[in-house]
T-cell receptor, first 113, second 115 residues
Framework: GQQLNQSPQSMFIQEGEDVSMNCTSS?????WLWYKQDPGEGPVLLIA?????ELTSNGRLTAQFGITRKDSFLNISASIPSDVGIYFC?????????????FGGGTRLMVKP | GAVVSQHPSRVICKSGTSVKIECRSL??????MFWYRQFPKQSLMLMAT?????????EQGVEKDKFLINHASLTLSTLTVTSAHPEDSSFYIC???????????FGNGTRLTVT
C-alpha cells in the first residue's frame, strides 16, 4: 500500500522559532491534509490542499502541495507554547471506487517557553 | 465548520463486557464514517470504513465480530467492542466525511480501559 514518510519524528524548539515539517510519498495523492492532535483528543484539521503547487496559509501556518503530488510541507512561524502537539500529514486519493486516506507517522512538537 | 461528536470520551469496563461508542456528525450528513485506533505515540490505524445503510468494510487483521459497526443514519455511526479484553484498551477515534472529496473531520476520541 501507499507509504507516507513524515519527518522529523519530533522537534524540541524554543518559543519564537519557526518550524518546518514535511511528508513524502511513494505515490501521488490528489489532496494533502495537515492535522494537529492535542493529548487525549482527536486530530483537528489545520489545512487542506487540493492542487499541485498550491500554497495555503492559516494564520501562522503555511502548507504547500508539492508539484509532483508526492510531497507536502507545513511551516509554523514564530512558535508559541500552545503549538505543542502532534502534527499529522495525510494524503487522500479520491477514486471512483472510493477514497484512500493515508496518514504519516506524526511529528511531535515541543516548545520551550 | 464540520463538527464530529464522539461519546463517551472515557470509559472503563470490566473484561468480558461490551462497550458502545457513538460518533455523530452534528452539522453535516456523513455518508462515510471511519473508525481508527491509536496506540500511544503512534499514528492512527484505520480499523474500518462504514457507509450509511451498508455493511462496514474492515481492514485486514481487524475482527469484525469483535468490533461491531453500525451506521444506521447519515449522522450516526456506532462501534461496539464486544467481550472486551485488556488488550483492547486503546484510544478509539471516529471521523466523518460529507462529500467524497471533502477532508475528514475527527471526533475527540474515546479512551477505553479494560480492567
Amino acid at each position: 500500500g501507499q507509504q507516507l514518510n513524515q519527518s522529523p519524528q519530533s522537534m524540541f524548539i524554543q518559543e519564537g522559532e519557526d518550524v518546518s515539517m514535511n511528508c513524502t510519498s511513494s505515490s501521488i495523492f490528489n489532496t494533502w491534509l495537515w492535522y494537529k492532535q492535542d493529548p487525549g483528543e482527536g486530530p483537528v484539521l489545520l489545512i487542506a490542499l487540493y492542487k499541485a503547487g498550491e500554497l495555503t496559509s492559516n494564520g501562522r501556518l503555511t502548507a504547500q502541495f508539492g508539484i509532483t503530488r508526492k510531497d507536502s510541507f507545513l511551516n509554523i512561524s514564530a512558535s508559541i507554547p500552545s503549538d505543542v502537539g502532534i502534527y499529522f500529514c495525510a494524503g487522500q486519493l479520491v477514486l471512483r471506487a472510493g477514497n484512500m486516506l493515508t496518514f504519516g507517522g506524526g511529528t511531535r512538537l515541543m516548545v520551550k517557553p | 465548520g464540520a463538527v464530529v461528536s464522539q461519546h463517551p470520551s472515557r470509559v472503563i469496563c470490566k473484561s468480558g463486557t461490551s462497550v458502545k461508542i457513538e460518533c455523530r456528525s452534528l452539522d453535516f450528513q456523513a455518508t462515510t464514517m471511519f473508525w481508527y485506533r491509536q496506540f500511544p505515540k503512534q499514528s492512527l490505524m484505520l480499523m474500518a470504513t462504514s457507509n450509511e445503510g451498508s455493511k462496514a468494510t474492515y481492514e485486514q487483521g481487524v475482527e469484525k465480530d469483535k468490533f461491531l459497526i453500525n451506521h444506521a443514519s447519515l449522522t450516526l455511526s456506532t462501534l461496539t467492542v464486544t467481550s472486551a479484553h485488556p488488550e483492547d484498551s486503546s484510544f478509539y477515534i471516529c471521523s466523518a466525511r460529507g462529500r467524497r472529496e471533502s477532508p475528514l473531520h475527527f471526533g475527540n476520541g474515546t479512551r477505553l480501559t479494560v480492567t
